[in-house]
């Protein structure tokens, strides 16, 4: 990872919907991701705590979830990601998956970075939709305190208004420039928060740009949730990239970044 370094990926459905269906969708992008000779990190959440709605589905909870994970990781071969959202959490995450990711609404808790970096783990932070990408100073400032330098920054967009979100592509050098890689979460970045009531919507047809201007801006990596099926998904399919459409947008992107580290490397 990191300047020079090719695209990587973290892709997979927003959460765990059963072991069948979270297994399918990690063979199915670890097939791709072989077929491209792309690095690729499979993400799901076993809990998704930050629903709309009280009644949303939220997962199969941290004990299965985990189990879930590390059958993925043993079968596939994946490195895998998902997110903690209270410091007893982070122990019992630490001890299965690579990346230990910390939620937007969640990038200032200083209990929770300082804990996530003691772990020793990757951690891919995801920047607030309410701070800016200087704001990120502070967040790595908290894991590295620790003597864990493995930190990734992840740009998923800020409120604009209410129910709407915006890319601000110059957060891309901003966030570069403190020194880790930086991945660009497309598909949140295309969410409506809290659209349709009691849950978020989304503009999937947006999805493919943002990628290519997130690529070409020079991002380290692209976060894409995955869903064979959207309309069924039980949490985020407003706003996930149907199954399909991932190898022929994968293919467009890295022509793209490959022009990027061209450039980078004159």
Same mark, same amino acid.
């Given at each position: 990872?990191?300047?020079?370094?090719?695209?990587?990926?973290?892709?997979?459905?927003?959460?765990?919907?059963?072991?069948?269906?979270?297994?399918?969708?990690?063979?199915?992008?670890?097939?791709?991701?072989?077929?491209?000779?792309?690095? $690729?990190?499979?993400? @799901? #959440?076993?809990?998704?705590?930050?629903? #709309?709605?009280?009644?949303?589905?939220?997962?199969?909870?941290?004990?299965?979830?985990? &189990?879930?994970?590390?059958?993925?990781?043993?079968?596939?071969?994946?490195?895998?990601?998902?997110?903690?959202?209270?410091?007893?959490?982070?122990?019992?995450?630490?001890?299965?998956?690579?990346?230990?990711?910390?939620?937007?609404?969640?990038?200032?808790?200083?209990?929770?970075?300082?804990? /996530?970096?003691?772990?020793?783990?990757?951690?891919?932070?995801?920047?607030?939709?309410?701070?800016? %990408?200087?704001?990120?100073?502070?967040?790595?400032?908290?894991?590295?305190?620790?003597?864990?330098? &493995?930190?990734?920054?992840?740009?998923?967009?800020?409120?604009?208004?209410?129910?709407?979100?915006?890319?601000?592509?110059?957060?891309?050098?901003?966030?570069?420039?403190?020194?880790?890689?930086?991945?660009?979460?497309?598909? !949140?970045?295309?969410?409506?928060?809290?659209?349709?009531?009691?849950?978020?919507?989304?503009? %999937?047809?947006?999805?493919?740009?943002?990628?290519?201007?997130?690529?070409?801006?020079?991002?380290?990596?692209?976060? $894409?949730?995955?869903?064979?099926?959207?309309?069924?998904?039980?949490?985020?399919? /407003?706003? @996930?990239?149907?199954? !399909?459409?991932?190898?022929?947008?994968?293919?467009?992107?890295?022509?793209?970044?490959?022009?990027?580290?061209?450039?980078?490397?004159?």
């Amino acid at each position: 990872m990191g300047k020079g370094a090719g695209l990587f990926f973290i892709a997979g459905p927003c959460v765990i919907e059963s072991g069948a269906h979270a297994m399918m969708m990690a063979e199915q992008l670890a097939r791709a991701a072989r077929e491209l000779g792309l690095p $690729l990190i499979f993400k @799901s #959440s076993y809990d998704k705590a930050n629903r #709309s709605s009280l009644s949303s589905f939220r997962g199969p909870g941290l004990k299965e979830g985990l &189990r879930i994970l590390g059958e993925i990781k043993k079968q596939t071969g994946l490195p895998v990601l998902t997110d903690v959202h209270e410091t007893v959490q982070v122990g019992a995450v630490a001890d299965v998956v690579d990346v230990i990711q910390i939620p937007a609404f969640l990038c200032r808790q200083t209990d929770l970075l300082v804990e /996530a970096g003691r772990t020793g783990r990757a951690i891919n932070v995801k920047k607030g939709q309410f701070i800016s %990408p200087w704001d990120m100073a502070q967040v790595v400032e908290k894991i590295a305190s620790t003597g864990n330098e &493995r930190i990734i920054l992840t740009e998923r967009g800020t409120s604009f208004g209410y129910q709407n979100l915006v890319v601000d592509m110059r957060s891309v050098p901003v966030l570069r420039g403190l020194g880790y890689p930086v991945v660009l979460d497309v598909t !949140h970045s295309v969410q409506l928060p809290g659209a349709q009531g009691k849950a978020s919507g989304g503009q %999937p047809e947006f999805i493919e740009p943002l990628a290519r201007a997130g690529t070409a801006a020079g991002v380290d990596g692209l976060f $894409l949730e995955v869903h064979d099926h959207p309309a069924t998904a039980l949490s985020d399919g /407003a706003n @996930s990239l149907p199954l !399909h459409q991932f190898t022929p947008l994968a293919e467009r992107v890295l022509k793209i970044a490959a022009l990027v580290r061209e450039w980078e490397r004159k």
